[in-house]
């Protein structure tokens, strides 16, 4: 049965109306403080728009701003209803959207940009060290510091792919790069990504579930304007059917595009030129032409003589570090034993080999311990299995 409203005698048609309306936003104002830790009210745009942003610390040096404040403020009148006090337009699929711009209102948009120094040199200089199958590329990082250093200006390189078979630790050195050059880092693996526009640029507030870029927020939530971003194994970048993956990377890659890359849930421009890209992928031949032009790519060759044992004696170090004192530093000839094989087998087979040496009382390692951890290895690459119940035949399933 509808229920009918009948105005009080003592009141007008007209005034009920206004004193209904009234109810109406003093629930709805009441409804928001609750959604606040504060109880306060959404402030004004006019202070917002008066207001200076909060900046966090003084930095020093070269500046950016990451993302265009007159556009935020646009939106943020467009999505309140030409910034209606009331708030009373705003739709509650457009309310999460509205706090967020509002939130980032208060928020400074510059970020610092990172220009190299003297120890970056020095980093770097380790690092060759620590990874000599890359030295092509390191040599190519010191030339862009020693610009940095010169100009006084941030730190910047094209577009970097690196290329080779899996194994080589190219994901490891992207991490020790971004160390290296004093930046942040923001590292996606495209292999377990499902959606390259959610990735990058968000979706817009229709969709279900829809939420700003995890690119951009990224970027929002660090101290710098030029960070190192990995995409990693950017060759398995496969998605939804629908999607091109590909093609939403154009935005980032192409300098015009990635200088206001539009965040298609807050509908605010982003400032990504400056980021420092670098890609890895095991087959070149997966990507697309137009994307290999816009990488400067460089091919990780397989280490082999004395720079895979000073690989194998840099990382079985590490892994015996882990463990404290317990075990001695490894000899030459578990060195060299564990010079045969690729740089991700050498850390699965040290961490085996550690528990050989561990259950026999031993507090070192040894080549049979190496030689027996490498056995696990090799019938795990075979698909035999290790637990206790052998896998039956296809042909002898299902006879039960």
Known sequence: MKTVIVPPPEYTEAEFEQSWRDHECHILLSHLRRQRADG????????????????????????????????????????????EPSGASVSSDEQPRLAQLRALAGHDAMRRLVVADPTTRDRLGLLREECPGFVEVIALVERAVALSAVAGTAIAFPPLLLAGPPGLGKTHFSR???AALGVEQHAFSCATNSDAQALLVGHPPTWRGARMGVLTEALLGGETGNPLVVLDEVDKFVTHSTEKPYNTLLGLLEPENASALVDEYLRIPFDLSRCLVIATAND?????????????VVTVALPDGAML?????????????AHGDAFAPPGEAVIARLASTNPRGIRRIVTLALGFAALAGRRYLTVEDVADAEAIVSKQGAREPIGFIRSKPKDERGRA
Do not use: N, Y
Not at 309 to 321: D, N, S, V
């Open 40 to 83: 306060a009210l959404p402030r004004p745009l006019e202070e917002l728009d008066q207001e200076e942003p909060a900046a966090a610390s003084p930095i020093g040096g070269p500046s950016v701003a990451i993302f265009d404040r007159a556009a935020l403020l646009k939106q943020i009148r467009l999505a309140d209803g030409q910034g």
């Open 176 to 178: 020790r790069l971004a």
């Open 284 to 296: 070149l031949d997966i990507l697309p032409d137009f994307i290999q032009d816009r990488f400067l």
């Open 309 to 321: 044992r000073a690989i194998a004696h840099r990382m079985a170090t590490e892994i015996l570090a």
